[in-house]
């Protein structure tokens, strides 16, 4: 299973990126997945979920500006970041979880420039 996380970019406060996380090995019809985030000198932090039947959760300091979702006929899950503010630079990963294993994709720099 691999996971490829792309998207990522300088941006200005305010402006948007889309981020995509392209699955390959399996079909994840039947998997969770999130995005996750870690700047630099803090800890990853889990931004948005997207359950194997289509719930999203949001983290606070990202709901009503982030949108998770996902195209099964592509095998991606995307993530819609509006409004994008400094405090949002970040790697961003991708993660997997089915049936009790968790699978990460590599990182993507989101910088936003204030």
């Known amino acids: 299973v691999q996971l490829q996380a792309s998207g990522g970019g300088l941006v200005q406060a305010g402006g948007s990126l889309r981020l995509s996380c392209a699955v390959s090995?399996?079909?994840?019809?039947?998997?969770?997945i999130a995005w996750f985030r870690q700047a630099p000198g803090k800890q990853r932090e889990l931004v948005a979920t997207i359950s194997s039947g289509g719930i999203t959760n949001y983290a606070g300091s990202v709901k009503g500006r982030f949108t998770i979702s996902r195209d099964k006929d592509k095998n991606t899950v995307y993530l819609q970041m509006n409004g994008l503010k400094h405090e949002d630079t970040a790697l961003y990963y991708c993660?997997?979880?089915?049936?009790?294993?968790?699978?990460w994709g590599q990182g993507t720099l989101v910088t936003v420039s204030s």
């Open positions: 090995g399996l079909t994840f019809g039947n998997s969770a």
């Open positions: 993660k997997l979880t089915v049936l009790g294993r968790a699978y």
